[in-house]
């Protein structure tokens, strides 16, 4: 069974810092997403990652692959208040979409 | 583009009843849908995968008799919990692909109350 795992689970840093979302997973994967989930809502994509050494940027959130490590990263630069929210990366293999436990960030002005 | 919408947002029932969710493609034809319950600050569980005109595949531990899935259209798909109890209240979510594209579009998800 593929296993996605998240860490930290919970995140609390202040606004101008900068942190980073580790999410491993346990077997070979075709793409790596990651998506942000506010509080009483669904899931808002934020990047879709398609092979090994992939980075994207979007404003303060910088996604990266290590297919060989089995490793993708979100990095949040100076943080703000609206980026309070939980991350989930989802791996994708088939036809099947395998989600990580999240991190529950919170930014503290 | 490539909106998903689901219907009903909220919905309230007693223990016992069955309740249908309904998940559309607004505009694209969605060969895959796929089904996820969220229980609170938890992560997504993959419930059932369906192909339109197939049967819908099921995760281990997902009772098939008890969520019933019908993917009978290329627009739409439904989520049945039959004899719903306490146990089942949560947050559904759909979401859905078409061909053999990479991304999926997540439906706005349901809550489910059972009393």
């Known amino acids: 069974e593929l296993k996605v795992e998240q860490n930290p689970l919970f995140l609390s840093m202040q606004e101008g810092k900068n942190y980073t979302i580790y999410c491993n997973y346990s077997?070979?994967?075709?793409?790596l997403y990651w998506y942000r989930q506010d509080p009483g809502k669904s899931l808002e994509s934020l990047f879709v990652?398609?092979?090994?050494?992939a980075v994207k940027q979007e404003g303060r959130l910088m996604a990266s692959l290590d297919t060989k490590a089995r490793l993708s990263t979100l990095h949040i630069t100076a943080a703000v208040h609206d980026l309070s929210a939980t991350y989930f990366c989802?791996?994708?293999?088939?036809?099947?979409?395998?989600f990580g436990t999240g991190t529950s960030l919170t930014v503290i002005p | 583009g490539a909106v998903v919408s689901q219907h009903p947002s909220w919905v309230i029932c007693k223990s016992g009843t069955s309740v249908k969710i309904e998940c559309r493609s607004l505009?694209?034809?969605?060969?895959?849908m796929f089904w996820y319950r969220q229980f609170p600050k938890q992560s997504l569980m993959l419930m059932a995968t369906?192909?339109?005109?197939?049967?819908?595949?099921?995760e281990q531990g997902v009772e098939k008799d008890k969520f019933l899935i019908n993917h009978a259209s290329l627009t739409l798909s439904t989520l049945t919990v039959t004899s719903a109890h306490p146990e089942d209240s949560s947050f559904y979510i759909c979401?859905?692909?078409?061909?053999?594209?990479?991304?999926?579009?997540f439906g706005p998800g349901t809550r489910l109350t059972v009393t």
């Open positions: 979401s859905a692909r078409h061909g053999y594209s990479y991304e999926q579009y």
């Open positions: 077997t070979t994967s075709d793409r």
């Open positions: 990652l398609l092979s090994n050494g």
């Open positions: 989802a791996v994708n293999t088939g036809n099947q979409f395998y």
């Open positions: 505009d694209f034809q969605a060969t895959t």
């Open positions: 369906s192909n339109e005109g197939s049967k819908a595949t099921y």
